[in-house]
């Protein structure tokens, strides 16, 4: 870290990871979402919180127990660090659980979708619970004593368990004993009445065997019951140089994972003090770790309301991706992409026209090879399906599968083993890097000529998140990017040294110093007068040194635009420092997950899409392929549709302050409310696209008119 940068002008990453889980949490609390789609945003920042104690906070301690006391660039220590995470997230805990009580679960039961207490059910519904209880519950459960007989039990990472107090009498003399009962993950933790009508009634899983407790404990008397759950350290630890086979290293580590080091308790407010502190001692945990919840123990679960097709008058209304107009009408996508390169911009256009670029492909007779990368690819199996009917079809195919995207782990281990068993070639890419790069390369044979297509995007290979996600994708058969990703995959794939690509920017070897070098190449600029902008859209910005090249752009005059949907810790508008660059981000009903930097290069823009955040793992610990949009009507797309409706966002736009606070826009006098992603999403039925960029010059675009070629 330069020594002209103080630690109080970064942001630390922790702190600014929380805020984003707040923005989440807002849109649990703004009435002006359709209901079910508050009850979703308040299971996500749920869902959210605890995947960060798994890595995060698990992290932070692990240097708290190393005896760490290095600082982070924004100046704190681990233990420094890990008192502000806990006082935030005290803080959002308290705001989750006000907006659950006070707001979603009273609005649900006006809409006729209740949670009941047991003890208050009429005698129907606990005669059917009852024999629920007894035909599908009681026969997994399994009482645990705990004494000197019956040591703590190992607990499962975020399981419901139910602490029970009971008393039982020996020699008539009444002994007072501690037991568990851990509820199956098999089991749903919502139970659904049975109802004529439309009305749709729940009780918790862990209160209907909490009112059964005594048939599980005959013979004593319970004196009462406090539901908890347990959060364990969760990241996966793999010495790649150190072991033969990966796939079945980090198999094995996936079964430890679920009894890792415990990082947090959650329990039931009313639980007696005495017993909380000894389960903080058998758990080898401290006060600070404890967290105790009035109300769903894991509102995660919750979901379960949400899912299915019921009451869409509380829901967004549908929305159907469409067809990009380039292939709409083509029913050759190879002649498409001859005729020149196309932009896709999901979810709005369908990512069905890449999964229909690799099935064509796959059953084509000119294709001889398709390689491609796999990160996530979800439970749709359209993709590797493609993969393998290819090889059925005497192709020569080849799959770059990381086997340890966190969390998808398991599930990118089952598809390795089928694309295996049918013949794809799988490797797992270079050892000590993350492979999260998206290229597809189809090897087609054209006459006497032989033609690479390439498709790239900023995000996964799954057709599922492709609805929910934000990406762009480019289809191009451009010789130089072909080459690029041949290269690219040999480096995978053999054994080989880097050798720098002609349009490729590839993290781990020249992206970084690339980045820095167009930030540079704008700081030049400015000092001579020459326009210098720069725009980038990331999920997250970490990275030190290129937030202190930011800021000496900042102070050379640069204009900067950072639209970061999660953690940035680059703190904005300081004097002297940053009063040049405007941080945003925007939650919506889609996840933003593109990735975009504009450089205005004096008024010859280059514009870049790729995988990559500016992170230092994106940046140092995988590989990443960034690339130019070179066409020059794409590029113009980019620019002025893409980023000119993003930066006009004032409704779900939210602004980052150099206190480290994000505040929503306010609207001036007669200023039009502008909604990015409700914009998008019109754009898509406007046809032809001409039209529809047609609309949005009528606005006021953030760039100035510009010829390209």
């Known amino acids: 870290m330069a020594d002209s940068i103080e630690s109080n002008q970064f942001i630390n990453r922790e702190l600014s990871w929380l805020e984003f889980n707040q923005r989440v949490l807002d849109e649990a609390l703004d009435p002006a979402n359709p209901l079910l789609e508050r009850l979703k945003f308040f299971t996500i920042a749920s869902s959210n919180l605890d995947e960060f104690f798994e890595v995060r906070v698990a992290g932070v301690k692990q240097q708290i127990e190393s005896g760490s006391n290095e600082r982070t660039p924004d100046g704190m220590t681990p233990t420094e660090a890990f008192q502000a995470i806990t006082r935030r997230v005290r803080k959002m805990v308290s705001a989750k659980y006000a907006c659950w009580h006070n707001e979603l679960q009273p609005a649900l039961a006006k809409n006729k979708i209740r949670i009941l207490e047991v003890d208050g059910l009429k005698s129907a519904d606990r005669t059917w619970l009852e024999e629920f209880y007894r035909s599908k519950v009681r026969l997994v459960l399994t009482p645990l004593a705990i004494d000197p007989a019956h040591p703590f039990p190992q607990l499962l990472n975020k399981s419901l368990n139910l602490m029970v107090w009971l008393e039982m009498a020996k020699n008539g003399t009444p002994y007072k004993h501690l037991a568990v009962v851990q509820c199956p993950s098999i089991l749903p933790r919502l139970i659904q009445l049975p109802r004529d009508d439309d009305r749709r009634d729940y009780v918790f899983l862990g209160q209907l065997i909490g009112h059964f407790l005594a048939d599980l404990f005959p013979g004593t008397q319970i004196l009462g019951y406090w539901p908890f759950r347990l959060t364990r350290n969760s990241e996966l630890y793999v010495d790649e140089g150190d072991t033969p086979n990966l796939l079945k290293a980090v198999e094995e580590e996936l079964h430890r994972r679920r009894r890792g080091h415990a990082v947090r308790l959650e329990i039931a407010p009313n639980c007696p003090e005495q017993i909380r502190e000894d389960l903080l001692k058998t758990l080898h945990l401290t006060e600070q770790d404890l967290y105790l919840v009035a109300g769903p123990i894991n509102p995660t679960r919750l979901m379960m309301l949400y899912s299915g097709s ?341 409704v779900k736009a939210r602004f980052l302050g150099p206190d480290g606070i994000y505040r929503k826009a306010v609207l001036k006098n007669g200023e039009k409310p502008r909604h990015s992603q409700a914009e998008f999403m019109a754009l898509t039925k406007s046809k032809p696209v001409e039209n529809a960029r047609k609309k949005t010059e009528l606005v006021a675009s953030p760039f100035p008119k510009k010829k390209r070629v």
């Open 310 to 650: 019921h009451s869409p008058e509380l829901r967004d209304p549908p929305f159907a991706s469409r067809i990009a107009p380039a292939l709409d009408s083509k029913k050759d996508i190879f002649a498409a992409i001859r005729e020149r390169d196309i932009l896709l911009h999901h979810p709005y256009e369908s990512f069905s026209s890449v999964v229909e670029f690799l099935e064509a492909a796959a059953a084509d007779p000119d294709t001889l090879a398709i390689k491609m990368t796999l990160y996530r690819t979800g439970g749709d199996p359209r993709i590797v399906g493609a993969l393998m009917n290819a090889v059925n079809h005497g192709k020569q195919v080849t799959a770059v599968v990381e086997l340890r995207a966190r969390f998808d782990e398991a599930n990118n281990i089952e598809w390795a083993r089928k694309l295996e068993e049918n013949g794809v070639h799988v490797v797992y890419g270079l050892v000590g890097y993350k492979i999260h790069a998206k290229v597809a390369l189809i090897v087609r044979r054209e006459g006497e000529y032989i033609r690479r297509y390439l498709h790239l995007g900023t995000g996964n290979y799954n057709p599922n998140t492709a609805k929910l996600y934000t990406d762009l994708s480019l289809l191009t058969c451009r010789p130089e990017f072909g080459e690029d990703a041949t290269n690219l995959f040999n480096l995978l794939t053999g054994i080989c040294q880097f050798q720098g690509m002609k349009k490729l920017i590839v993290a781990p070897f020249d992206l970084h110093a690339k980045i820095l070098q167009l930030i540079a190449r704008e700081v030049d600029n400015a000092k001579r007068g020459l326009p210098a902008r720069i725009i980038a859209k990331l999920n997250s910005l970490v990275e030190p040194q290129i937030i202190e090249a930011l800021y000496a752009a900042s102070q050379a005059g640069v204009k900067i635009d950072l639209i970061v949907r999660g953690n940035c810790c680059l703190r904005p508008g300081v004097p002297g420092l940053s009063e040049n660059i405007t941080v945003r981000s925007i939650v919506g009903r889609f996840l933003e997950h593109s990735r975009i930097y504009y450089f205005e290069n004096a008024c010859q823009p280059d514009v870049f899409l790729g995988s990559a955040d500016w992170m230092p793992r994106n940046l140092f610990r995988r590989i990443e392929v960034v690339f130019p949009v070179e066409d020059g009507v794409l590029a113009d797309r980019v620019m002025r549709e893409i980023l000119g409706i993003t930066l006009a966002d004032n």
